[in-house]
C-alpha cells in the first residue's frame, strides 16, 4: 500500500515535480532495498521531476554547451579537447573567437578540429559561437537593465542590429520582444 503510494506520487506531473513530492519520493528509494524493479521505477520518475523543475526555471533560453553530448564519438575531439574548447569560448565570448585559435585550444590543425567539432557536437564551431552569444545575451536581457546595444557589444556581436539578426534567426523573434515577454512573465 505504502509503495503504491509512492508510485501515485511518482507519477508524471505536467507542472513538474514540487519539492514535497521530490523529497517524499527521494526519502522512500531508501527503504526499497529488496525490491530493485520498484526502485528503478523510482529513480526513473524522480528522474524526470527533476528535469522537468530544472527546465521550467530556464525555460526560452537557449542550451548551453554543446547540443549533443552522448560522449566520445568516433572521429569527434577527446573530453579534455572539448571541454577546453568550451571553456574558451566562455571565457573569451565578449571578443572575437578563431576557429584557427579553437583548434590551437585542441592542438589539432583548423580543419581536422572543424570537422571533429562537428562530429562531436552536431553543429559547427561557429554555430556554436553564434548560440552562445545569443544565450549570454538571453542571460544578460534577464538579468540587467542594459541596453540591446550594450548587451550585443559585450556578447562580441558588432551592434544592435547584428543581435536582432541573429536572436530571430536561432530564437524565433525580436531580443525586444523576448525581453518585454520574460519580464511580464516572470
Not at 72 to 96: E, I, M
Not at 138 to 154: E, G, N, V, Y
Amino acid at each position: 500500500m505504502y509503495h503504491q503510494a509512492l508510485i501515485d506520487v511518482a507519477a508524471p506531473a505536467q507542472t513538474g515535480g514540487t519539492p514535497e513530492r521530490i523529497a517524499l519520493l527521494a526519502g522512500a528509494i531508501r527503504s526499497l532495498d529488496e525490491d530493485l524493479p520498484l526502485a528503478r521505477l523510482y529513480l526513473e520518475r524522480l528522474s524526470g521531476l527533476l528535469v522537468t523543475a530544472e527546465a521550467a526555471e530556464g525555460q526560452d533560453l537557449l542550451p548551453a554547451g554543446p547540443m549533443r553530448t552522448d560522449g566520445v564519438a568516433k572521429g569527434g575531439l577527446a573530453g579534455w579537447q572539448l571541454r577546453r574548447v568550451v571553456a574558451h569560448v566562455d571565457a573569451y565570448l565578449q571578443g572575437p573567437v578563431l576557429t584557427s585559435t579553437l583548434a590551437e585550444v585542441a592542438q589539432l590543425s583548423t580543419g581536422h578540429f572543424c570537422r571533429a567539432f562537428k562530429i562531436s557536437t552536431g553543429e559547427t564551431p561557429h554555430g556554436y559561437i553564434i548560440r552562445q552569444r545569443i544565450r549570454r545575451a538571453q542571460l544578460l536581457m534577464r538579468d540587467t537593465r542594459d541596453t540591446l546595444s550594450q548587451i550585443a557589444c559585450s556578447c562580441g556581436l558588432s551592434d544592435q542590429a547584428h543581435l536582432t539578426r541573429l536572436f530571430r534567426r536561432l530564437v524565433g523573434t525580436t531580443p525586444l520582444v523576448w525581453r518585454r515577454s520574460w519580464q511580464h512573465g516572470g
